[in-house]
């Protein structure tokens, strides 16, 4: 539990938040913050609802070695020797075949399959604590954070097919979770207590908030929406132009992630274990579900809103109807403890877990988890497009993506 404006300032817990541009949203995510540790956590969130699926990946149902069976494309498949399997109608073996890394269809575009598992692409090397993170069309964007309490934070991008990064925006006091829309960044610093945004090409900074401890982000059409766990906890939004903030949710007990689509917000509560929606214009807010344990990151798509939480003590990945109804764990135990961020794209949700330090995904109606990549260090921030996942490794000041 919190202790105070002033102590949270100094022992942030922090994590990212990403973005999906595409379908009907535009979601993105959250920081976390304790009072006893400063290492990054619990991030947004995520990105949802693009609804464009995503390449073949592995776990999809195609005939084993040896097997009788049909394989993918209804050819009859073949018998293979030990270790290799039948992936439309020839024996390969999924260990190391870059066009089925894994499973049968899951192309590595390029990059080597090594150990079952496609080798990640590193689009930036040496970054500062890189935290909040997010995706267009032509670029890869994040948050360097330096060092606490200085004015070494700073905002950059990488072109999404690789190249040199490019600094945006320098001088940032530990600036937080990156968003984007068509024309400008933007970021939350909650040393600074602003929502701030620049254009995609750099130029004047713009402070469109001054005022709380804002953490998750998003943008959607005209406006900016943030959560305020501190000094007292509310859901706000404010025109992407500018002017006065309106508060959509006011005396939330501690808000962190966030997640918009054209018509609602939802946020987690996490003292008060639940998953909350209001109206983009306001009004009456709904209980989407309750009698949850630290909810943290969200993400939504144009059926279901998905959080991390606790069950047991064991970290889990739950998902719920967007109208309310029972909520059910996809994933629950040691792939999902310490859960930093989450992702969805219609057909998978994608999580970073500093544990192990995993990136995954699972099937939006559950299944066996997935795993992306392994052996990071400290994964955080987590976004997809219609091709790869991205993530932040905070620990190794890297920039990483990986088919999807």
């Known amino acids: 539990m919190a202790t105070g404006y002033t102590q949270l300032r100094t022992l942030l817990c922090l994590a990212g938040v990403g973005l999906i541009a595409g379908g009907c949203a535009l979601v993105l995510g959250l920081d976390e913050f304790t009072d006893e540790t400063a290492s990054a956590g619990g991030g947004t969130t995520s990105a ?11 776990g999809g149902g195609t005939a084993s070695a040896g097997g009788g069976t049909a394989s993918a494309g209804g050819v009859e498949a073949p018998e293979c020797p ?24 899951h192309d590595c575009l390029g990059q080597p399959c090594v150990k079952s598992l496609c080798l990640p692409i590193s689009l930036a090397t040496g970054q500062a604590s890189p ?12 948050a ?18 690789g190249g040199a990064p490019s600094v945006l925006v320098e001088g940032q006091r530990y600036p937080l979770n990156v968003v984007v829309d068509s024309m400008n960044v933007y970021w939350t610093s909650s040393d600074q207590g602003k929502v701030m945004k620049v254009r995609l090409g750099g130029g004047a900074v713009t402070s469109l908030v001054d005022t709380g401890i804002p953490t998750g982000v998003a943008v959607v059409g005209s406006h900016v929406y943030w959560t305020n766990p501190y000094p007292q906890g509310s859901v706000m939004k404010v025109r992407i132009d500018g002017g006065d903030p309106v508060a959509l949710a006011e005396a939330q007990p501690r808000p962190y992630g966030i997640a918009v689509d054209d018509l609602h917000v939802y946020w987690t509560n996490s003292d008060g274990g639940a998953v909350m929606k209001v109206s983009v214009e306001g009004g009456m807010l709904t209980v989407v579900a309750e009698g949850q344990d630290s909810p943290s990151a969200i993400a939504v798509d144009g059926v279901n809103v998905y959080w991390t939480n ?12 967007i109208d309310g109804g029972a909520p059910v764990a996809l994933v629950s135990g040691q792939d999902v403890e310490n859960v930093r961020n989450i992702a969805v794209d219609g057909s998978y949700v994608y999580w970073t877990s500093r544990d192990g330090g995993k990136v995954m995904k699972v099937e939006v109606d559950g299944g066996v988890p997935t795993l992306l990549a392994g052996e990071q260090q400290y994964p955080t921030t987590i976004v997809v497009d219609d091709t790869y996942v991205y993530w932040v490794d905070r620990d190794a000041g890297t ?3 990986v088919p999807k």
Not at 82 to 105: E, H, L
Not at 310 to 321: D, E, Q, S
Request: with cysteine; glycine share 18%.
């Open 131 to 142: 935290i909040g993170m997010a995706v267009d069309a032509n670029s890869v964007y994040w």
């Open 82 to 105: 030990n270790g290799q399997t039948s992936c439309s109608g020839a024996c390969t073996n999924t260990s190391y075949d870059p066009q089925n890394c894994g499973s049968c269809g």
């Open 399 to 401: 920039v990483m993506k």
């Open 48 to 58: 949802g609802g693009s609804g464009s699926g995503g390449t073949a990946s592995a």
């Open 310 to 321: 606790v069950v047991g003590g064991k970290g889990a990945l739950m998902r719920a109807p």
């Open 144 to 161: 360097n954070q330096g060092e606490f309490n200085t004015s070494a934070g700073a905002l950059m991008k990488v072109p999404i097919r």
